[in-house]
């Protein structure tokens, strides 16, 4: 039964919590768990299903599983394993392992459930655990970053409340089901009050802030997994007819977010900020295309982003520094391989998922769009030239055991997603796009320079997203 | 007619408290203004139930007939909400002291200023 995807991580996280004093019990917990979710995803396979727990009819809350939840729910686990396992032999006590747990079992509801409250709920679960995750470091930038997030994204939810309100109004039901009937009103509010967590640029200028600045473990779970929240549900409720009128809207905003992102990435100078920015890039691309496609990008984003999020920052915490400009030949081999693996896959190289997923919402876009689409992934390849070129140290250097294998894991699902999914119709195109971006990056190498983050203050991100709800509004009664 | 009424000014409540986010560069009363909105939303909430009748919920005799209840729905889903409101103002606040003892002050700009400083 599906359900116990999210109710066995939560109580085994809730028993963590309780023994978190004693750092092993926790740690094993947390790969129970994985193990659990694994097991009872292997079993689902193929399987599309939608009940309600009780028998409360529309009243319950309803829970489902299909193909669109599938990407989502692996990459959750991929994701958790590697990050549990790059964290065992740094100090975290066991209070960390208990969130992670947890954290586990409340994307695990968000991705099943079919219940707009029950949205809500897991939904800000994950969130107040992220928020704790990212001032775990206890910096004054961490906590400054955590409660910047912290004010809009609240702030954000009390319009989805709104929002959902209004629908209950109408049909006397917070079932999935009646977002079919439903007037333009609540779907802008449920969009604006959801879009505030997903990563695209105007919306979300707590981003850069937050993911830079945040842990080596936390980063890849900000970046690949609580963004992808968001993601999931636009793709998911994109499928309903009251939403059908939003479809332009978010084709013109995802475009957009992709171009502003790489050209943002382009000048960044340190390492955690290139990805940082380029998650506003590559969410622009999924929400873009909001489909089935892009569903399958929101999985291969998140294991590559994860990987190079984690390369990066044990980089980081070796060298003692993020300028990418300072890493110049002090980058061991065994560092360089898992963060060429992971730029190769953001390029969209042949042979990785980010070629597989890539082709998938290029060919779902027609128009202007793809032109603009295009532009963002030669961008994409002058930011990661960067990565590419860092040069490498010849110095021995023993790396432990349990960073290989959270590294491992990640780029054994990169190839196998690549292999499996590879098609050779558009390799000449990705060929091109790496072959023009290249020589590009040595051309503009000295012209670019961080741009101002004045948009990133909070007033200002404030303002931003209440000027876009606005304007939401008035498209609306226009 | 007395719902409707609820309902605008809830939504009133909850543009006041965005407003008085936007407005004030100090932390604290930027959360509280962040408290206005959710408790209005509260408040809608409560104004929806209300829109089926206003006796509170509660059947007394077994064979029951009067009409005139308040929806429970609502009113049972908006306590999860009010739960979760509480939790985030607290860790906000906690927040809050932990940036107060840093930087000894709890004034938005001066702050980022201070972290901008802190970049070089």
Redesign the interface.
Known sequence: MIIYLSIIPLLLGGLSLALHRRRKIAISLTFASLIASAVILLFNLGKDFEAVIGDWGM?GISIGYDEFSLPFLLAVIVVLAAVTLNSLHKSYDGFFYALITLLLGSLNAVFITRDL?NV??SF??AS?IG??LI?YG?E??Q??A??KY??IA??GF?FY??GI?LV??KSGT?SFLALDYMDRLPAALIFTGLSVKSGLFLLSMWLPDAHANAGTEISPILSGLMVKIEDYLVIRFLQYSSFEWLRNFYLVIGTFSAVAGVLFAMNARKAKDVLAYHTFSQIGFIIAASNMAAAWHAFSHAVFKGLLFMTAGNIKERLGTQKISEWKGKVNIKEFLPLIVGSAAIMGTPLTSGFVTKNGIMDSISGPAKYFLIVASIGTVISFSKLIFVGISKEKMKQRWNISLGYGIMVFTIFAHGIIGFDTHHTLDALLMIAVGIPLYFMLKSFLKPLPRILE???NS??LY?LLFGVMLSVIII | MISDVVIYTS?VG?FIG?LG??LT?N?IK??LA?GI??TS?TL??VA?SS?SGTKAPIIQSVPFEAENFADP??QA?II??IV??F??LS??LA??I??HN??HTVD??L??NM?EG?EE
Request: charged share 15%; proline share 1%.
């Open positions: 009243l409250f809500y709920v800000e679960l107040i928020f704790i001032a206890r004054g930038k906590i400054w955590t409660v912290m004010l609240a702030l009390n409340l709104v309100g209950y109004l917070f203050k909070l007033d404030f303002i209440l | 939504l909850a965005t986010m936007l560069s932390l930027k959360i962040l909105v959710e939303v809608f909430f929806i829109k729905i609502p889903v999860t909400s979760i409101g939790a985030i860790l906000l927040f809050t932990m940036l840093r930087f938005v700009n702050i980022e972290l802190e």
